[in-house]
């Protein structure tokens, strides 16, 4: 678990409706969603970021991947979505709980999101 807001939701502190649960990970609605469908997949585990992860998290990594990939076809993404990892400040992480994005629902254009 880690001190940041999403350790506090996996813990309960923070009361979150989760779109997913198992041992390993939560899914939960992004609260400033950059598309109609915007999920973050979270580990219960805090790794802070990417990087951080080592190979003792190698199942995990995947898990986390086939995890996002049923959120997206349960969302109705599942033909055209976008798996997105921040890491580090310098990308735009703001969170230091490692988490993916699933991000889709939109078109997508030029490699680039729209709208
Ligand atoms: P990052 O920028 O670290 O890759 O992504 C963090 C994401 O967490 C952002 O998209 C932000 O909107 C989302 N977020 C931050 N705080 C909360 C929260 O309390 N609840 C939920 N559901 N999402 C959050």
Known sequence: MSDTIFGKIISGDI????LYEDEYCIAINDINPQAPVHVLVIPKQGIPRLVDAGADDQ???GHL???AGNIARE???GDAFRLVVNNGAG???TV???H???IGGA????GRMAG
Do not use: N, R, T
């Open 96 to 98: 230091f709980h490692l």
């Open 100 to 102: 993916l994005h699933v």
């Open 75 to 77: 969302q109705g993404v």
């Open 59 to 61: 199942a995990l990594l």
């Open 91 to 93: 990308a735009g992480q």
């Open 107 to 110: 078109e997508f254009a030029e």
């Open 15 to 18: 009361p979150s409706e989760f």
């Open 65 to 67: 991947m086939l995890v």
